[in-house]
């Protein structure tokens, strides 16, 4: 009889065993797919801030001055030239108008930069895996390309002004991968 009990014993030790195994797995299955839901509505939040940051109205009014700056085919080189507080000195009439033509420069270069800051933090983003890349693709992706490609000769001026020869590079790195996937979907 004892070793009736003992064997009962086993069984019912052996069946906690794997009761506790059993939970044990449903908990890693179940915080596994919770982890990939958060991680996953994390990146369509983080996507969807970015768009609405896009489009909200100061966005709106910096890409239309930025636009404008890009029709005039100024080159890069040029507004850097026109931003400079050092030009020669020159009459009082003339001072006053290059002064008011490099405030206006340094305010388009700054534009510039805001909007090329935009699509380095976009970019960066998309690099490290924070946001959706179908989801950016599908609402900024034509933009990404059109912006990147307008940008990148300011930006290579950036470069050489300011002795970075890495700025922005995810604003390139940010075009080149919207331009694969369009490359991928077609």
């Not at 909007?115 to 900024?140: C, I, M, P, R, W």
């Amino acid at each position: 009889m004892s070793s009736t009990s003992s064997s009962e014993r086993w069984t019912l030790q052996h069946l906690e065993v794997l009761l506790l195994a059993a939970t044990l797995l449903a908990t890693v299955i179940i915080s596994a797919a919770t982890l990939h839901q958060t991680k996953r509505s994390f990146e369509l939040e983080r996507t969807s801030s970015f768009v609405a940051r896009f489009n909200s109205q100061d966005m709106v009014a910096l890409r239309e001055d930025v636009d404008r700056w890009l029709e005039t085919g100024e080159t890069p080189s040029h507004l850097y030239d026109r931003s400079d507080l050092k030009r020669v000195n020159l009459d009082k009439q003339q001072a006053a108008q290059i002064r008011l033509d490099c405030e206006q420069a340094l305010k388009t270069v700054a534009k510039l930069r805001t909007l090329a800051n935009y699509f380095q933090e976009f970019g960066t983003a998309l690099k490290v895996g924070s946001l959706d890349e179908d989801y950016a693709h599908e609402l900024l992706g034509s933009l990404c390309i059109r912006y990147g490609k307008a940008l990148e000769p300011f930006i290579m001026e950036t470069r050489i002004r300011r002795q970075r020869p890495q700025s922005y590079a995810e604003v390139l790195l940010l075009r080149t991968r919207m331009e694969t996937v369009d490359a991928q979907k077609k």
